[in-house]
């Protein structure tokens, strides 16, 4: 089954757009920096020749320091990001700001939660990687665009921008899935949200990844990987499935 079909709600990665002024390693740099930039005894012209940023017809300096000028506190909006592979960054993620953050997915990686990150195509070696914070457009590969899967999904609440602050999830793992599984695993679906009985979503996150990361599969897919989403294959039985999830942790 793809992947997509596995976990349903996916998006790209972030593109800010302005990483240099957006992302930092140092969280106390990335604060002093936005700090600056919001800070209304400054004018226009002066940050953005210190922070040497450019404008576009959908971006005006003025216009993006009149909306952080509102914001009353600016720390939710400071998380941590992939950024590349296996390079972790903090942002300052906010609209006012950062340019493409589908907040649809992202924003349900601003909780407790794990996210797939693969590509859909791929110029260079396939890569599959696993995050628990918010990830940007190439956060696999440098060449090719990343695809985020969240495992779990929180309800939306209050503005794009805001941090949710319930704690009911759901797992985003398609019915149709589920129903395979428990049929290749000769399980009934007893468990909550139509698991089978026995298998948690952290179990079908872990087995997915180890799948992904088996050398025997990407021999034998390696010019399917390059055009189309992964397909995940269905195990042969529950030693199988519970082995691979437990190498896939």
Sequence with gaps: ?????????????????????VMDL???????????????????ADVKTRLNLSENYAW?????REQLMEVEDCEPFYTD??????????????????WRMRMKVMSQMQ???????TTRQTRDE???LASQCI????????????????????????????????????????????NELASALDIQQEGAHGLPSGVTPENIFHYTYAVLHSPGYRRRYAESLKIEFPRILFPGGVRLFMELSRLGD
């Design 1 to 21: 089954m793809p992947i997509n079909q596995l976990f349903p709600l996916s998006s790209s990665g972030v593109i800010t757009a302005r990483d240099a002024l």
């Design 26 to 44: 140092s969280l106390s740099a990335l604060r002093q920096r936005i700090s600056y930039f919001r800070d209304p005894k400054v004018s226009d």
């Design 60 to 64: 005006k300096v003025s216009e993006a």
């Design 81 to 98: 990001i992939a950024y590349r592979p296996f390079n972790f960054r903090k942002i300052f993620f906010h609209a006012s700001v950062a």
């Design 111 to 117: 909780r407790e939660n794990l996210a797939l990150i």
């Design 126 to 128: 396939f890569g599959a």
């Design 135 to 178: 990830a940007g457009h190439k956060s696999v590969s440098a060449y090719d665009i990343s695809s985020v899967f969240p495992l779990y999904l929180y309800p939306e609440a209050g503005r794009s921008t805001e941090l949710f602050t319930s704690r009911e999830r759901v797992p985003n793992v398609s019915d149709r899935f589920l």
